[in-house]
């Protein structure tokens, strides 16, 4: 069953599972129909793209991720209840702010010559010079504003999406291009964000997953997991995605602490390898022989509390995949797997058989694993 699904709206992000929203609202709603049910978990919330379609479907929603710009996103959508409108006046004036030059511009700015390279410091920019002065301005009046907690995160996750509608990246904040991407260009503009008014008490959490799970309600219905889940190479450590370090630039903008900033990218210290890794991240062994981020998934399933547990797993490599698929087996009753071709956005449903494993090698392949945890 595929149902409809609802319009979401974030930054760009890597690992977003825009394109499985309708997969996963399928299995949710085949054991939880959805208003007035249970609370649904979403741990690794990251974009906010799944909570978001979970909280428009109807579910009560508690959204966790240990980023601090997906705290900001969720409280802005999932805990608003005013009628969207309301915020334009708030928008308007904050487009209407006089450009200056500040710290973002003296770091991430560029100016408007062919070549990225060719500004004062030689480095490559994620923004033009034009954008960031107004990024400038707009950041300093949201503080100077003394705004509630739903009202400041809603100026700011309009300030990223918009920030993010003129970069000149190709998704992520650890380089930049050499050449200004078109879009680069365009004007940045705020606009309200596509929020709309929350009927249900949704929770935002902003906590290592393990710390989210002692604060959770009983009554847990389904708990989604995507983890980072690291590299599933050992001999290609480099390639993995490191959440603190490809979004470093909007945890600053959300904190506007002004940072010790490091290296090309001009990253905030505090999103090194050495300081901001995640066990998930982790492509090493560990003691036991095991890799240490599917360690910590078992640990994850073992100490859920919820009815239900949907997993997602992205397909490259075999190491990982016989590991889980011992934890998978180890600690729950699968229900459902479903395999998704994210290139063709085709599904295929699977049987439960260990044989989605040997598959793994295949790459651009998302699993989705479907797990009673009780009863
Ligand atoms: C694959 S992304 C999740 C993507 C999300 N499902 C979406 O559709 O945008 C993994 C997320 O896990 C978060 N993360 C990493 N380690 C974590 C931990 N120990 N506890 C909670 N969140 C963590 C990262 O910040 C990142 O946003």
Redesign the pocket.
Known sequence: MIIQTPHTQ?IK?S????RLLPHILALTKNVCAGPGSPPVFD????????SQAFAKAGYTVYA????LY?KIFNTAFLLNTREPKTYQPLIDHLNSMEPVDGWFTENYGGDDLHKVSNNDDGLKKPWQKKNTRKLDAIREEIDALNLDEVTKAVAITSLILALDRVDNTLGHFVSYLSEWSSRSYNDMKLEVPGLWINQNQNVVMN???FEALQKLPENIKIAYY???YGSNNEKMPPSRVR?ASYYHIWTTICLNDKPVLFGKAKRRADSSDTMAG????EFRRGASGKFIAIEAIEKLIRETRADYIIL?YSSGGRATADELNDVLNAYGHIIEIRKIDYKRNVMAAMKWTNDWVKETKEKNFEYLFMIEKRG
Do not use: H, M, Q, W
């Open positions: 974030a992000y690992g977003s599972k825009l741990g690794f919330s990251g974009s906010t793209r799944v966790n991720d240990i980023a997906s906590s290592d997953v995507d983890p980072p959440y995640s066990v998930f991240e997602s």
